[in-house]
């Protein structure tokens, strides 16, 4: 294991202590893609993720611009975070399982082509993963 990748895994380990990391670590973590634009990011542990299971959840605050040439209503689990690291793993926005402590209501209604949406989204990777969020219709 190369130093900036051992770096990289330590940065991220300290991340997960429950604290919303600034502009440059959310970027060292997670990336936008062309219609998804990432706000905020928020590591928390994962209490539900089971004995011996190693992830954490990821709330990410996300503005969706509607690239597509006609009106779009988005499903939350069409969010996905492509991971790049420790793995290449896929992961979808959770739609059920998230702790009652974390608030996620999103809108349901049509995005008109051109326009743009706050969503909060929820993902559980394994811990240190670092990657995108897209949007697959």
Not at 48 to 75: Q, R
Not at 86 to 94: T, V
């Amino acid at each position: 294991m190369g130093i900036r990748t051992w770096l990289t895994l330590c940065m991220l380990a300290l991340l997960t202590a429950c604290r919303q990391p600034t502009t440059p670590e959310v970027q060292a973590i997670v990336q936008g893609s062309s219609s998804v634009q990432i706000e905020t990011l928020q590591i928390l542990p994962d209490s539900a993720g089971g004995a011996g299971a190693s992830s954490v959840l990821y709330i990410c605050k996300v503005l969706f611009v509607n690239t597509a040439g006609s009106d779009v209503t988005p499903a939350l689990d069409h969010f996905v975070f492509a991971s790049t690291r420790p793995q290449h793993a896929s992961y979808r926005a959770l739609t059920s399982g998230i702790p009652p402590d974390i608030t996620a209501s999103n809108s349901t209604s049509a995005v008109r082509a051109g326009d743009k949406q706050e969503y909060t989204l929820v993902f559980r990777p394994a811990t240190g993963a670092t990657g995108t969020i897209a949007y697959q219709p």
